[in-house]
T-cell receptor
Framework: ETGVTQTPRHLVMGMTNKKSLKCEQH?????MYWYKQSAKKPLELMFV???????ENNSVPSRFSPECPNSSHLFLHLHTLQPEDSALYLC??????????????FGPGTRLLVL | TQLLEQSPQFLSIQEGENLTVYCNSS?????LQWYRQEPGEGPVLLVT?????EVKKLKRLTFQFGDARKDSSLHITAAQPGDTGLYLC?????????????FGSGTQLTVLP
């Protein structure tokens, strides 16, 4: 496989469930991102990992817990979510370097519905 | 907080027509990127503009970065149904790291055959 892959593509869960989203990048990048995309709202950056170290955590509720075991894999662990957490969760990766302008490559997303 | 406003929010046109999408901010960005997102997929990068006043062309798409690097436009000539999608602009923070991308809310374009 190439690029950025995400599983599952669709997920329905109850508010008491625990689930995990998985992202894998095959591009040799060293930075990975989680975004939330809700209807009629801009993409919201949730977490950033650079060299497997979390460098950004944009005031995300603790019911979202990220994990980056290595530079190719990123997880988002979900527990006791709320219906308003229903959205498209996008993973992205880039080659992080001082000076910026790196391109972020996005996965296809996981469409999450919380009942 | 840096904000990017895109207009129009929705646009429905006939095949062959021209259109322009705008991305505006009161903040200065070190670079600005345009993405297109199709249903069920993640955003795909179209172009990155870096220099104030820069113009880049990608076939029928023309991208311009404002002189002050606060705004950008995307012009499509002779739109095709394949151009249908959500167009997103994203600005990189002035510090230079694209990890600080700020996204606009998008323009949903529909091109009717």
């Amino acid at each position: 496989e190439t690029g950025v892959t995400q599983t599952p593509r669709h997920l329905v869960m109850g508010m008491t469930n625990k689930k995990s989203l998985k992202c894998e990048q095959h591009l040799g990048h060293n930075a990975m991102y989680w975004y939330k995309q809700s209807a009629k709202k801009p993409l919201e950056l949730m977490f950033v990992y650079s060299l497997e170290e979390r460098v950004e955590n944009n005031s995300v509720p603790s019911r979202f817990s990220p994990e980056c075991p290595n530079s190719s894999h990123l997880f988002l662990h979900l527990h006791t979510l709320q219906p308003e957490d229903s959205a498209l969760y996008l993973c992205a990766s880039s080659q992080d370097w001082a000076g910026g302008q790196e391109t972020q490559y996005f996965g296809p997303g996981t469409r999450l519905l919380v009942l | 907080t840096q904000l990017l406003e895109q207009s129009p929010q929705f646009l429905s046109i006939q095949e062959g027509e021209n259109l322009t999408v705008y991305c505006n901010s009161s903040s200065v960005f070190s670079s600005l990127q345009w993405y297109r997102q199709e249903p069920g997929e993640g955003p795909v990068l179209l172009v990155t503009v870096v220099t104030g006043g820069e113009v880049k062309k990608l076939k029928r798409l023309t991208f311009q970065f404002g002189d002050a690097r606060k705004d950008s436009s995307l012009h499509i000539t002779a739109a095709q149904p394949g151009d249908t999608g959500l167009y997103l602009c994203a600005g990189a923070a002035h510090s230079g790291s694209a990890r600080q991308l700020t996204f606009g809310s998008g323009t949903q374009l529909t091109v009717l055959p």
